[in-house]
């Protein structure tokens, strides 16, 4: 059976699913957010402290995006619907993303 598509193989493993994956965990260890996060001026931070989460936080929040995906989307979805605008993804890391509003520890708050 020969593959039609222009790359095969073990590089495109790398190219859809390890890349992608190394390149947001990093940007959440670095940045405490993704390029769509900075635009809106929000950041990951952990729960419990208001601080940068860690990185097995970060590792795990990646991780958890996919359990999050399973159940068609509902752990993403759940956002809409918690008190606290958690994903299953944020529960399971101990994270959530808050609005940057200033330097130094993000006081998580919610209303």
């Known amino acids: 059976m020969e593959e ?15 890349l992608p994956a190394v390149a947001i965990i990093v940007f959440w260890i670095t940045k405490q957010a ?22 097995g936080q970060c590792i795990g929040r990646y991780l958890a995006y996919l ?8 752990g993403i979805l759940w956002v809409a619907f918690d008190r606290k605008k958690q994903g299953w993804h944020d529960k399971l890391a101990g994270t959530v993303v808050v609005r940057q509003k200033r330097r130094g520890p993000e006081p998580v708050r919610f209303n």
């Open 34 to 55: 993704t390029p769509g996060k900075m635009a809106i001026s929000a950041k990951m931070v952990d729960a419990s402290s208001g601080m940068a989460p860690s990185t």
């Open 67 to 74: 359990i999050s995906m399973f159940p068609l989307c509902l």
């Open 4 to 18: 039609t598509g222009l790359i095969a193989g073990p590089a495109d493993f790398l190219i859809t699913w390890v």
